[in-house]
T-cell receptor, first 113, second 110 residues
Framework: DVKVTQSSRYLVKRTGEKVFLECVQDMDHENMFWYRQDPGLGLRLIYFSYDVKMKEKGDIPEGYSVSREKKERFSLILESASTNQTSMYLC????????????FGPGTRLTVL | RKEVEQDPGPFNVPEGATVAFNCTYSNSASQSFFWYRQDCRKEPKLLMSVYSSGNEDGRFTAQLNRASQYISLLIRDSKLSDSATYLCVVNEGGSYIPTFGRGTSLIVHP
């Protein structure tokens, strides 16, 4: 059974803080994704990694960076958190085949005060 | 990337009803299609893949219409537990990045 875990379910941070969100998958998947989900806007892709140390910007990368030093771990970094980054953050992983399904972590609900 | 459109609903149906959702996609080169289910405040989970020949899993049937560029999800004999948001996902050929619809909300009431 595929398992994708995220470091926190709920997180509260202050404006200007640096925030790290971690995602770990145990299925040796090549591809990993970070999304944010907001009411009425659906899932929006922030960054995508197709292999270790490889990354691509998604639709809304501004204000975010990522790190993938090991295959199983994909980190999302908010360099200086702002209130408009309050959201649900979802990580997903998938094998290297684009036609395969994605498996999602439970999400991190981030509130920036 | 191209668009994937869904009616946001909500679809409000009584238990036992049959309900159907459609999802249209704009890229004719799309190669794989999925329906995901997302419960409130939870992560999306795969409900079923959609094959060219259609796919049935118990009360759920998914179909693909390539000519008109849409996929459908039919739920028969709705249960209260079917209440959720249903997300349509399309993978374009040659792209690593799937495109998500914004979801259709289903509410099944007693």
């Amino acid at each position: 059974d595929v398992k994708v875990t995220q470091s926190s379910r709920y997180l509260v941070k202050r404006t200007g803080e640096k925030v790290f969100l971690e995602c770990v998958q145990d299925m040796d998947h090549e591809n990993m994704f970070w999304y944010r989900q907001d009411p009425g806007l659906g899932l929006r892709l922030i960054y995508f990694s197709y292999d270790v140390k490889m990354k691509e910007k998604g639709d809304i990368p501004e204000g975010y960076s990522v790190s993938r030093e090991k295959k199983e771990r994909f980190s999302l970094i908010l360099e200086s958190a702002s209130t408009n980054q309050t959201s649900m953050y979802l990580c997903a992983s998938r094998s290297g085949r684009a036609t395969d399904t994605q498996y999602f972590g439970p999400g991190t609900r981030l509130t920036v005060l | 990337r191209k668009e994937v459109e869904q009616d946001p609903g909500p679809f409000n149906v009584p238990e036992g009803a049959t309900v159907a959702f459609n999802c249209t996609y704009s890229n004719s080169a799309s190669q794989s299609f999925f329906w995901y289910r997302q419960d409130c405040r939870k992560e999306p989970k795969l409900l079923m893949s959609v094959y060219s020949s259609g796919n049935e899993d118990g009360r759920f049937t998914a179909q693909l219409n390539r000519a008109s560029q849409y996929i459908s999800l039919l739920i028969r004999d709705s249960k209260l537990s079917d209440s959720a948001t249903y997300l349509c996902v399309v993978n374009e050929g040659g792209s690593y990045i799937p495109t998500f619809g914004r979801g259709t909300s289903l509410i099944v009431h007693p």
